[in-house]
């Protein structure tokens, strides 16, 4: 009955214990909960969501989660209601053995934002260890002499609980020699003893049987026994004596082995036999037996093992002086040993928490990673503080005692610095300093902030016209310095009009190859200069972009052959007649060859040539080599053929040469009859020259207009152009005119035509390139001032400026 009583007693107070919970401390920022120890898994400890004033449906989104150091199985938050329960088995000695306070230190991290709240755990004993002997029985020899009063000490019990759960209490089995003396204070200043009642007689009574019950103060209470054997000796009066009953030593961990650590002395009043002593080291508690040792002779007392200042601060060593008088006589003595604290730790450093990799647009202050440190040292063996690798955008910031954030510091760029390296370095205050390193690798995310770039603004490129559809003409290519996506570059063309027609039209660009291509045969006659704009862009979001400028060159080809302008006479095709007086004299021009070339530059640099006549006969004409003029080159004769087929060869001067043929028949007459035809021609001339007067006036009247409408036009363009910054206008005419030369001569005639040269920007161009050398040094005096005589008759306005080797003719058609 009494032992279920002591049962629902214990069971209510289990009860009672789970139920307390601590509030917070002020100004700690901790939440206590306390827990007895072997308690049940599921056991209820607190409920630390509601504790931390954190919402239930915001664990799992925030990422709830418990850290602790060494066994982090102990206890588990359930995430459904916010609840902290057992979760296996807590042995409050295993994890502290005796320290009066005994905590589990819980470290409670969530994100969004990040936040670190601590939490203390304390773990109450409960008396689950009985009193335990070190030795199952404990034999005593007492000489018959002993007077009564006269105390034995006997070595106590020793508990694992703590508290009142370690208290013990002592009972001895019924007798009639001995009592019970119990101790009074923790330093056994009164320690336990038998004490003699009454004296003994070891005839009567040569040994005793005692029976040793320890109790410790728990409930339900825990008991341990140990048999006392007493043996009753014969006179041996005096026992040995110590100069002190305690002896208090300091001795730093670590020492080595056979280090000294005390010399004892005990003395016997006897003499002889009876008065020689021995030393026996009795017991070293806590568990401590291996670790000295004690010369049985001279009493010196060293170090035999390994001293851990972190395992035991304090040893406690009982002596024992036995003489050799028969029976033995013995005393006793107890030596504290304190242990000193040497600097025999590093720090430990412990990452809690990471988030990597980091974008580089990250701002500063953003928490990379959290970090906790320790040292199993104490005093300022186990002060540590903390440094982080210097010079880096990173900074290490101490937010609670022993914890630190590591922050970025400054702004991030990838293209400079993709990766770093950081090293936290944990110093303990000791002396020699003990350190520790942890090392974290950062990687900075890419993002977008780098548009593709091209290697100059603006290429020329140069295609011969009449190129194949499709051919590839050139490549661009623009470098981006992000990273996957970001580097990803595809081209398009910047759409605009060209004329009439879209510029897609005519090239078109590989989204991923930047190569550009034409699309259809290019004409310069048509089309001298395309200039558009390429677009580069990455993949990225937002994506970025630039352009790049191509001034695409038309090149001329020789792809066009001269073409025979029209005689003067309207109306008239085929080939020209002419009548020639044969009275007249060498150089009389006769007819007039005109032709042009569509192509431009030497391709449409054109030269005449008098085909040989038949059967090898010298002609009694020529042509002008750049005039097209046919003239007599001798005076005329009645010997020469009186119908003549002349064949004037039109060449330019491309690669390979084209030709057209002109045929001029002239019929050599008498003076009269040339007269006749003369004045008939003269008075068709003349009807001619009429009507060609009063198309002069409506000519005039025509160009005043437009030369007025011209100088309107220009005065409001310059108004626009200082107004506006220039625009993208459409390609427009324009009238180029290229005198070229040669060793040979200079051409002195071009086609007017109207050339496009598309640029996109600006007003349309129009080039003028004149070159003309000396005349050649092959030619007699005769072609000589012909040709000056030509360039004097032209009705072209034609100025010389003459250089060391260069003559540049401007000439400007009316």
């Given at each position: 009955?009494?032992?279920?009583?002591?049962?629902?007693?214990?069971?209510?107070?289990?009860?009672?214990?789970?139920?307390?919970?601590?509030?917070?401390e002020?100004?700690?920022?901790?939440?206590?909960?306390?827990?007895?120890?072997?308690a049940?898994h599921?056991?209820?400890?607190?409920?630390?969501?509601?504790?931390?004033?954190?919402?239930l449906?915001?664990?799992?989104?925030?990422l709830?989660?418990?850290?602790s150091?060494?066994?982090?199985?102990?206890?588990e938050v359930?995430?459904?209601?916010?609840?902290?329960?057992v979760?296996s088995?807590i042995d409050?000695?295993?994890?502290?053995?005796?320290?009066?306070?005994?905590?589990?230190?819980l470290?409670v991290?969530?994100?969004?934002?990040?936040?670190?709240?601590?939490?203390?755990?304390?773990?109450?004993?409960?008396?689950?260890?009985?009193?335990?002997?070190?030795?199952?029985?404990?034999?005593?020899?007492?000489?018959?002499?002993?007077?009564?009063?006269?105390?034995?000490?006997?070595?106590?019990a020793s508990?694992?609980?703590?508290?009142?759960?370690?208290?013990l209490?002592?009972?001895?089995?019924?007798?009639?020699?001995?009592?019970l003396?119990?101790?009074?204070?923790s330093k056994?200043?009164?320690r336990l003893?038998?004490v003699?009642k009454?004296?003994?007689d070891?005839?009567?009574?040569?040994?005793?049987?005692?029976?040793?019950?320890?109790?410790d103060?728990?409930?339900?209470?825990?008991t341990?026994?140990v048999?006392?054997?007493?043996?009753?000796l014969?006179v041996?009066?005096?026992?040995?004596?110590?100069d002190?009953?305690?002896?208090?030593?300091?001795?730093?961990?670590?020492?080595?082995?056979e280090?000294f650590v005390?010399?004892?002395?005990?003395?016997?009043?006897?003499?002889?036999?009876?008065?020689?002593v021995?030393?026996?080291?009795?017991?070293?508690?806590?568990?401590g037996?291996?670790?000295?040792t004690?010369?049985?002779?001279?009493?010196e007392v060293?170090?035999?093992?390994?001293?851990?200042y972190?395992?035991?601060?304090?040893?406690?060593?009982?002596?024992q002086?036995?003489?050799?008088?028969?029976?033995?006589?013995?005393?006793?003595?107890?030596?504290?040993?304190?242990?000193?604290?040497?600097n025999?730790?590093?720090?430990?450093?412990?990452?809690?928490?990471?988030?990597?990799?980091?974008?580089e647009?990250a701002?500063?202050?953003?928490?990379?990673?959290l970090?906790?440190?320790?040292?199993?040292?104490?005093?300022?063996?186990?002060?540590?503080?903390?440094?982080l690798t210097?010079?880096?955008?990173?900074?290490l910031?101490?937010?609670?005692?022993?914890?630190?954030?590591v922050?970025?510091?400054?702004?991030?760029?990838?293209?400079?610095?993709?990766?770093?390296?950081?090293?936290?370095?944990?110093?303990?205050r000791?002396?020699p300093?003990?350190?520790?390193?942890t090392?974290?690798?950062?990687?900075?995310?890419?993002?977008?902030d780098?548009?593709?770039?091209f290697?100059?603004?603006?290429?020329?490129?140069f295609v011969k016209?009449?190129?194949p559809?499709?051919?590839?003409?050139?490549?661009?290519?623009?470098?981006d310095?992000?990273?996957?996506?970001?580097?990803?570059?595809s081209?398009?063309?910047?759409?605009?009009?060209v004329?009439?027609r879209?510029?897609s039209?005519?090239?078109s660009v590989?989204?991923?190859?930047?190569?550009v291509?034409?699309?259809q045969?290019?004409?310069h006659?048509?089309?001298?200069?395309?200039?558009?704009?390429?677009?580069?862009?990455?993949?990225?979001?937002?994506p970025?972009g630039?352009?790049?400028?191509?001034?695409?060159?038309?090149?001329d080809?020789?792809d066009?052959?001269?073409?025979l302008?029209?005689?003067v006479?309207?109306?008239?095709?085929?080939?020209?007649s002419?009548?020639v007086?044969?009275?007249?004299?060498?150089?009389?021009?006769?007819?007039?060859?005109?032709?042009v070339?569509?192509?431009?530059?030497?391709?449409?640099?054109?030269?005449?040539?008098?085909?040989?006549?038949?059967?090898?006969?010298?002609?009694?004409?020529?042509?002008?080599l750049y005039?097209?003029?046919?003239?007599?080159?001798?005076?005329?004769?009645?010997?020469d053929v009186?119908q003549?087929?002349?064949?004037?060869?039109?060449k330019?001067h491309?690669e390979?040469r084209?030709?057209a043929?002109?045929?001029?028949?002239v019929?050599?007459?008498?003076?009269s009859?040339?007269?006749k035809?003369?004045?008939?021609?003269?008075?068709?001339?003349?009807g001619?020259e009429t009507?060609?007067?009063?198309?002069?006036?409506?000519?005039?009247?025509?160009?005043?207009a437009?030369?007025s409408?011209?100088?309107?036009?220009l005065?409001?363009?310059?108004?626009?152009?200082?107004?506006?910054?220039?625009?993208?206008?459409?390609?427009?005419?324009?009238?180029p005119?290229?005198?070229c030369?040669?060793?040979?001569?200079?051409?002195?005639?071009s086609?007017?035509?109207?050339?496009?040269?598309c640029?996109?920007?600006?007003?349309?161009?129009?080039?003028?390139?004149a070159?003309?050398?000396?005349?050649?040094?092959?030619?007699?005096?005769?072609?000589?001032?012909?040709?000056?005589?030509?360039?004097s008759?032209?009705?072209?306005?034609?100025?010389?400026v003459?250089?060391p080797?260069?003559?540049?003719?401007?000439?400007?058609?009316?």
């Open positions: 009955m009494l032992d279920s009583q002591k049962g629902k007693s214990g069971t209510r107070g289990l009860l009672f214990s789970l139920l307390l919970v601590a509030a917070w002020a100004g700690s920022g901790q939440v206590h909960y306390s827990v007895p120890e072997e049940k599921g056991t209820f400890v607190g409920r630390i969501a509601q504790d931390l004033g954190l919402e449906a915001e664990l799992v989104p925030r709830f989660r418990v850290a150091k060494g066994r982090a199985d102990l206890l359930n995430l459904q209601n916010g609840i902290l329960f979760n088995r409050r000695e295993e994890l502290c053995g005796r320290s009066a306070v005994c905590s589990i230190h470290e991290i969530v994100d969004k934002p990040l936040q670190v709240f601590h939490v203390e755990v304390e773990v109450r004993d409960i008396n689950d260890n009985p009193p335990v002997f070190s030795l199952g029985e404990q034999r005593l020899q007492i000489s018959e002499s002993k007077q009564p009063d006269s105390r034995f000490p006997l070595e106590g508990d694992a609980d703590t508290r009142e759960n370690a208290l209490t002592y009972r001895l089995s019924q007798n009639e020699y001995f009592s003396e119990l101790p009074t204070s056994m200043t009164k003893s038998l003699l009454k004296s003994l070891r005839e009567k009574t040569p040994e005793l049987n005692l029976l040793l019950t320890a109790t103060g728990g409930k339900p209470e825990l341990g026994t048999q006392l054997l007493v043996s009753v014969d041996n009066d005096n026992d040995p004596e110590f002190q009953s305690e002896y208090k030593v300091r001795l730093l961990e670590n020492a080595a082995k280090t005390i010399k004892l002395n005990a003395t016997d009043r006897d003499e002889g036999v009876n008065g020689e021995t030393y026996t080291l009795i017991s070293v508690k806590p568990n037996r291996p670790l000295f004690l010369d049985e002779n001279n009493g060293r170090v035999n093992g390994t001293l851990d972190e395992e035991n601060k304090f040893y406690e060593i009982e002596v002086a036995t003489d050799k008088g028969n029976p033995p006589m013995a005393g006793h003595c107890i030596v504290w040993v304190e242990i000193l604290d040497a025999d730790n590093a720090p430990e450093v412990t990452m809690t928490s990471l988030s990597l990799p980091v974008r647009d701002q500063p202050s953003t928490v990379i990673a970090i906790s440190v320790s040292d199993r040292d104490s005093g300022a063996n186990g002060q540590v503080a903390c440094s210097p010079n880096i955008p990173f900074k910031v101490s937010t609670f005692k022993n914890y630190y954030s922050m970025l510091d400054s702004v991030l760029d990838r293209e400079s610095v993709s990766t770093y390296e950081l090293v936290v370095t944990a110093r303990d000791g002396s300093s003990l350190s520790a390193t090392s974290i690798l950062v990687e900075v995310a890419d993002v977008n780098n548009a593709p770039t290697a100059q603004p603006e290429y020329t490129v016209e009449n190129n559809p499709g051919c590839h003409i050139f490549t661009v290519s623009a470098r310095v992000d990273a996957h996506e970001n580097a990803l570059v081209y398009s063309l910047v759409e605009r009009r004329g009439e879209t510029l039209s005519y090239v590989h989204s991923e190859s930047g190569k291509y034409a699309l045969p290019l004409d006659e048509e089309l001298e200069l395309l200039q558009f704009q390429v677009s580069a862009r990455d993949s990225g979001f937002p970025l630039s352009n790049v400028t191509l001034q695409v060159f038309v090149l080809e020789n066009n052959a001269p073409v302008l029209p005689p006479s309207p109306g008239v095709s085929g080939p020209v002419e009548l007086p044969l009275s007249v004299g060498a150089g009389h021009v006769v007819a007039k060859v005109r032709a070339d569509a192509d431009s530059g030497y391709n449409a640099w054109l030269s005449y040539e008098l085909q040989p006549a038949a059967g090898g006969a010298r002609s009694p004409f020529r042509v002008g005039t097209g003029e046919v003239s007599t080159s001798r005076a005329l004769d009645e010997a009186p003549q087929r002349l064949l004037v060869l039109v330019d491309g390979p084209l030709t043929t002109a045929t001029v028949l019929s050599l007459v008498e003076s009859q040339a007269l035809t003369s004045s008939r021609a003269s008075v068709g001339t003349a001619r009507a060609l007067v009063d198309v002069n006036v409506y000519l005039i009247i025509a160009i005043c437009v030369s409408l011209m100088v309107l036009t005065l409001l363009y310059t108004a626009l152009r200082c107004s506006a910054p220039p625009t993208e206008g459409a390609c427009g005419p324009g009238k005119t290229l005198v030369s040669s060793a040979v001569g200079t051409w002195s005639y086609q007017q035509r109207r050339q496009r040269v640029s996109g920007e600006g007003p349309p161009k129009t080039d003028l390139m070159f003309s050398p000396s005349l050649p040094p092959g030619l007699d005096r005769q072609d000589r001032e012909e040709r000056l005589e030509a360039g008759n032209h009705p072209e306005q034609v100025s010389f003459q250089t080797s260069l003559q540049e003719v401007y000439v400007n058609f009316l």
